[in-house]
């Protein structure tokens, strides 16, 4: 049967909620059911993986197609079924098939076929067929028609089951075809810590000659606009002065930071269970840095401001609020630091402001996350062991972001950036300068999502928190910092001249999996 004109569009918002079914952390199906116009009526996901691993009824029937034909059952009756049809990322298995056959669609129409299914992803084992065996040309005598249209954007729903990392044979499946897989390009930005392994960056000691421009933004906006323009594109480190947050609301964060981080790390764990693939709550040295092979000797707590994402992980109410409020005021200056950069960083971009319009805070797409660091203090010894086993408080990275504000204590030292970016590329001659805090500043770093939406142009430097120097030992002592990434909404397509476009939703999720490996496990 022939696809009608809205069968594409359709299938593409089922291929969404496969994505969004992952980053939820189940498996990547997704459904939705459109009327005879095309408008859609009912979407819905997989939710078989949240519910065992999130200690529900482990019921494996949650299939995105069972999901929605229960939904749809709620909202339409028998007469308004028939007219619709029902779009499915992935040809339905057989329990499937029956569900949709009792709700009485007329239509079906899959991306990704049973037949690729077996072959690339799941192998054999599965309970799928071709669904026309049981409907359309070739069902059995009696049954009632339905009518399959597929497989329609079948690479498009083979790369969000790539996307999502389960299926390894996929990614070799794609890799192999050379389709235009989008999680292959957050791999250049991983490549880039990787490939400091190899160079032995650990060893040289940090410089002292301040390269990181400090920028009262009060000034001129066309001064104040160029002196930005001049950092970000030249050391990708600065320091704001003149930016307006309230010191008093710092300081409350970094009260509630250390009241939290005091207590054991199984209350921590407690109050806040670590979900990797919402990039949300606590982890205690878990954190695995491309470029060291090794975790970071520290332990945090991510915020991330997107609807749900914290329930169930707010240690208290007093932590809530003092972040809340940090998180917002980050935001504006965030913005504002991104309205003085947009112009020359994304000309490309018609529409002026798109740039800080798609941070948006708490919404259901929203990516932006507030972390706070803390670096436990160790004995002596211990410290001096680690550094000669190549231990870093945090191994040499880059930030996934757009922008980060870096919020650090007068007291604490210890963070570095490379001194000679742009240089260092070819000759893999690495020096590092100290980026120590500033009264009243507030460090900011351009992250590899605005690097690569400008092709290049604004620079994502290097940076890494080193051990404890041996002046620095007695007594031991902590670290404590905060910083807030302005990561833009999922949805934001991330699209320039050099790179393939990908929405910020993969590109930080492949950052997060990189990092994070053995916190995504799948049933
Ligand atoms: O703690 C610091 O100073 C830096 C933290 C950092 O670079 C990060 O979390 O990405
Ligand atoms: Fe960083």
Redesign the pocket.
């Known amino acids: 049967m022939p696809p009608r004109s809205y069968d594409e569009e359709c299938m593409k918002v089922a291929i969404d909620e496969a994505r969004n079914a992952y980053l939820n952390g189940c498996m990547p199906f997704g459904a939705v059911l459109a009327d005879e116009n095309g408008n859609i009526i009912v979407r819905a996901q997989n939710g078989s993986a949240a519910s065992a691993r999130r200690g529900g009824t482990g019921d494996v029937t949650l299939h995105a197609e069972m999901e929605l034909v229960r939904e749809a059952c709620r909202v339409l009756d028998r007469e308004g079924r028939e007219k619709c049809t029902l779009y499915t990322s992935t040809e339905p298995c057989v329990m499937c098939a029956g569900a949709i056959y009792w709700s009485g669609v007329s239509r079906v129409v899959y991306g990704c076929s049973s037949m690729q299914l077996e072959a690339n992803l799941s192998g054999p084992g599965g309970f799928d067929i071709d669904i026309r065996l049981l409907y359309g040309p070739y069902s059995r005598e009696g049954t009632r028609d339905i009518e399959v249209v597929g497989p329609l954007l079948e690479e498009e729903a083979l790369i969000a089951h790539a996307d999502s990392g389960i299926w390894p044979k996929c990614r070799e499946y794609l890799e192999k075809n050379n389709a235009n897989w989008k999680a292959v390009a957050a791999q250049d930005d991983i490549q880039v810590e990787k490939s400091l392994r190899i160079s032995g960056l650990g060893s040289a000691p940090a410089v002292d000659d301040a390269i990181v421009p400090i920028i009262d933004i009060r000034g001129l906006e066309a001064e104040v606009m160029e002196k930005l323009w001049q950092a970000a594109t030249n050391v990708g480190f600065f320091v704001v002065t003149g930016h307006g947050i309230p010191q008093n609301v710092i300081d409350d964060a970094f009260a509630e930071s250390s009241n939290f981080f005091s207590q054991s790390v199984e209350d921590k764990k407690e109050q806040s269970p670590f979900a990797a693939n919402l990039n949300s709550g606590y982890e205690y040295m878990s954190q695995i840095r491309p470029s060291t092979g090794l975790a970071d000797r520290k332990e945090?707590i991510q915020i991330t401001a997107r609807e749900g994402c914290m329930d169930g992980r707010w240690p208290n109410d007093a932590f809530k609020s003092a972040s809340t409020a940090l998180m917002e005021a980050a935001h504006s200056l965030a913005c504002k630091i991104l309205d003085l950069l947009e112009p020359r960083a994304l000309p490309h971009e018609i529409e002026r402001g798109s740039l800080s319009k798609s941070h948006t805070l708490w919404s259901d797409d929203g990516q932006c996350t507030l972390?706070f660091?803390h670096?436990p203090p160790a004995p002596r010894a211990d410290i001096i062991r680690l550094r000669e086993d190549g231990h870093w408080?945090?191994g040499a990275?880059t930030?996934w972001a757009n922008v980060?504000l870096?919020f650090?204590r007068a007291e604490d030292k210890?963070?570095e950036c490379c001194a000679n970016p742009r240089v260092v590329a070819e000759s893999k001659d690495y020096r590092w300068v100290e980026v120590n805090p500033v009264e009243w500043g507030i460090t900011v770093n351009i992250g590899d999502m605005l690097a690569r939406w400008s092709d290049g142009r604004l620079y994502s430097n290097l940076?890494r928190?080193r051990m404890p120097k041996d002046a620095e030992l007695d007594p031991p002592r902590s670290?404590f910092?905060i910083?807030f990434f302005a990561q833009s909404d999922k949805k934001t397509l991330i699209k320039s001249q050099d790179s393939e476009p990908i929405t910020a939703g993969d590109y930080i999720m492949s950052r997060v999996r990189s990092n994070f490996e053995a916190n995504f496990k799948y049933p």
Do not use: F, K, P
């Open positions: 945090s972390r660091l670096y408080r945090a990275h930030d980060t870096l650090q210890g963070l940076h928190v670290r910092s910083a």
